[in-house]
């Protein structure tokens, strides 16, 4: 894939980017050791300071940025202005918590002193995807960043834009030049880094297939790697929730970043007694969407991140309806410039679809009839992912067994899954493994090193 950006809105190419060379790739990494070996011994309250500036460099531009996001994966603007903002929670969190996170765990072992200390790794690679350009970059460079180690980013091609201003916004901050690094290099590149013993650990956010491709990779390598692949998210209705009230919430929990996000509702299990409500009302909302330019603030629902991805999607929506799926609205790419597909809703799923359990990347969802919590449970976890879930009942029993049951790294009770810089975000199962955010996250990138003084 060639590295440029290409407004998805109406497939003009505006600027392309020569890849990297090996000679410059290499004299990349060389900087990035060699800053680590005085980056590491830099005082908190320093790389503290600097977080900070990188907070308020991000507010004082975060228009630009948004603009950015929106012109080069068609984000909605007001959306992507928000994910701008969200990147402020994630340097101010680590700025004001690193320093407590890595402090000595005293341990009671009957030595005269016994600890743990967290201590930096080194340069780390972090592959990370178009859906949200500038969040998914900045909740793994600030705990990375913030813990002394370095950061060398390899971001999808077509946001190669979001990934140099990325660059330079910590710059700005003041770190070091080498302390975080953007690789403009295809995919190809990405294991040649792996091999490369200077690099001490990856990150990947992305594909499943994608994932296995630098697991493997690094598992040879005998690397650390934090793997976070997507999901087909549940969001389960139960007949004590508020309908009305979760209805709003649930159209944007499927079409929110035009509904290209892992943990985007997928997969609607409603309970029978309120299943007609539910579906007759939820269609609606979906028909009612405004579909439009990302850059009118009026505008709902934007457009796919390629012409690929429309035609993926498609397949797989009509794949679906071939096995049997019921088509309650949408269905079909919409006829005009750019990447956009209707909103779809889709019920009566049969086990054999694509719409059972896959990962949708667009505006569709799929609606599950059942007749009670254990068929919703089961359905819930019939899948290979295990990411994110939202349940609403305001049933304490049931929501003791959801959370106890359902295969998934997060569970949001009456709430759509989100991430925050405070909790661990990340999954199980085909999901992935390891966590980002939170003082989980951090540790993954730290050698919890043993001291034992007799």
Known sequence: MAIATINPATGEVIKTFQPLSDAEIEKKVQLAVSVFKSERKTPFAVRAQRM????????????????????EMGKPCKQALAEAVKCTTACTFYAENAEKIMADEVVDTGAKKSFVRYLPLGPVLAVMPWNFPFWQVFRFAAPALMAGNVGLLKHASNV???ALAIEQIFLEAGFPEGVFQTLLIGSGAVDALLNDPRIRAATLTGSEQAGIQVGVGAAKRIKKVVLELGGSDPF?????????????TAVFARIQNNGQSCIAAKRFIVAEPIADEFEKKFVAKMQNLKVGDPFDEKTELGPLSSADAVKDLDADVQKSVKAGAKLLT???PLQRAGNYYAPTVLTNIPKNSP????E????????????????AIRIANDVRFGLGASVW??????????INEIDAGMVFVN???????????GGVKASGHGRELSAVGMREFLNAKTVWIA
């Open 52 to 71: 900070r500036k990188a907070a308020e460099i991000v507010e004082r531009d975060k228009e630009k940025f948004a603009h950015l996001m929106t012109l």
């Open 160 to 162: 190669p834009q979001c």
């Open 236 to 248: 389960i209705v139960m007949p004590s929730a508020d309908l009305d009230a979760l209805l709003d």
């Open 330 to 332: 949408g269905g079909h």
């Open 355 to 358: 719409a059972y359990g896959e």
């Open 360 to 375: 949708f990347f667009g505006p569709v969802a799929s609606i599950f009839r059942v007749k009670d919590q254990d068929e």
């Open 393 to 402: 009942t305001n049933d304490e029993k049931e929501r003791e067994r959801f």
């Open 415 to 425: 709430k759509m899954v989100a991430s925050d810089p405070r909790i661990p975000f």
